[in-house]
């Protein structure tokens, strides 16, 4: 399912950082060299001319490898790995290491406020109805965490008042002496 006996998609991630992060140096360094490079011919240093050129080859050269190596340590089956189960235990079990509850039930997560759907074809979710193309578990837990300290928008009051301005309306119509005596009024009468 996963090369280089990694068992998750957070090392086989962390991983492939670590060899981007390589290359990344390795760019920056042949950066300089091409700098040099041009600042010879800039200034017509013919002495450091073909030794800046041999030193920015060799910096492509190496740049090259490196961006090889990091190609070819990118061995994840991400699309089985999303398929199953294992993705799931490892958002959940990264998600109680962070201190934040989810459950899983119906194929979905739920992770309150958030419901999540797991779309391994296309390698994203959706959280509620919103596409999240960051699956890496640390961040994907820490954009949740975020949603679930995100003030509710639901307001307790206007409802627990638009309920009892209901009720009232319902209790005046008829009368508070039938109220139990009758049979129940549907919620959708009350709301007209």
């Known amino acids: 399912m996963v090369g280089d006996n990694l068992s998750s998609l957070e090392k086989a991630l962390a991983k492939t950082e670590a060899d981007a992060d390589a290359a990344f140096k390795t760019a920056t360094a042949t950066v300089i060299c091409l700098k040099k490079f041009r600042a ?4 017509g240093n013919i002495r450091e001319l073909r030794k800046t050129i041999e030193s920015a080859e060799q910096a492509i050269t190496a740049l090259s ?3 090889i190596k990091a190609k070819e340590g ?3 089956d991400e699309e ?3 398929s199953g189960k294992v993705f799931i235990s490892e958002i959940v079990e990264t998600a109680s290491q ?5 459950f899983e039930q119906d194929d979905r997560l739920y992770c309150y406020p958030s419901l999540i759907r797991i779309l391994p074809n296309e390698r994203s979710i959706l959280i509620d109805k919103v596409r999240e193309k960051r699956l890496r578990p640390l961040v994907l837990v820490g954009h949740l965490k975020e949603l679930q300290n995100k003030p509710i928008r639901f307001n307790s009051k206007a409802f627990l008042e638009s309920m009892y301005s209901a009720y009232s309306i ?23």
């Open 80 to 82: 089985t790995y999303l």
């Open 170 to 192: 319902a209790v005046k119509t008829r009368g508070k002496e039938r109220s139990g005596t009758e049979p129940v009024v549907p919620l959708v009468k009350i709301y007209g």
């Open 40 to 43: 010879a011919a800039k200034v």
């Open 74 to 76: 990118w061995t994840f």
């Open 98 to 102: 962070m201190g934040v509850k989810i």
């Open 65 to 67: 490898q490196q961006l």
